[in-house]
């Protein structure tokens, strides 16, 4: 008889700890997905964000378009540079957006990995043209400066606005899309590893 409760007694504490350690295991993923959604979401919103942005520049471009600025060369140049920018922008926007909306965390990791790698790689190359962007950014500004004969004023002003485009530029990439996306990578490992343990 002992022996028999015993059994039963080993089986009702085996039972048990397998609930605990699927319960824990539903509560680990729960943060996982929690961290990661809010990851997602920063992601969403910043990208919403700099599509209102560019879709604001808009209306300053067309306006330039009639101004006395549009009759130069360089103000030509500079209007079409800024138009094909803006274009380039709002396209790469919406590739964002549209990567980031297909990661559901219902689906496998597999499948999670392959979007936020995309959207990864995208944000690398961005990296890459933003570089090319702020300089040429920096070269209308100084060459309008230059033409204009700008005072010391003007071209304080003009050297503290480019600090302020590189460093946001800077920061854009470094604090919200690189810190996010190494964070979702992070939680898609640490499910991986979750998903081969059970």
């Not at 680990?28 to 942005?53: A, G, P, Q």
């Not at 002003?157 to 946001?168: A, N, Y």
Request: net charge neutral; proline share 1%; charged share 20%.
């Amino acid at each position: 008889m002992e022996l028999e409760e015993l059994k039963n007694l080993w089986t009702s504490l085996n039972e048990r700890l397998s609930k605990q350690e699927k319960m824990k295991e539903s509560i680990i993923k729960e943060m996982i997905y929690s961290k990661s959604n809010k990851s997602i979401s920063r992601l969403l919103n910043y990208d919403v964000f700099n599509v209102i942005v560019s879709v604001s520049g808009i209306p300053a471009l067309v306006w330039l378009c009639y101004t006395p600025f549009s009759e130069m060369l360089a103000g030509k140049l500079f209007i079409g540079t800024m138009f094909v920018f803006l274009a380039i922008g709002l396209i790469l926007e919406w590739i964002h957006i549209k990567y980031l909306m297909k990661i559901d965390f219902v689906k496998s990791v597999s499948y999670n990995s392959l979007y936020i790698n995309k959207y990864n790689n995208i944000i690398k190359k961005e990296k890459i043209a933003s570089v090319f962007i702020v300089a040429v950014c920096c070269f209308f500004g100084i060459y309008f400066y230059a033409l204009l004969h700008a005072n010391v004023f003007m071209w304080s002003f003009l050297v503290c606005l480019l600090i302020v485009l590189i460093g946001f530029t800077y920061f854009s990439y470094k604090k919200i899309y690189d810190k996010n996306i190494e964070e979702i990578q992070r939680s898609l490992e640490e499910l991986k590893d979750l998903e081969e343990e059970s």
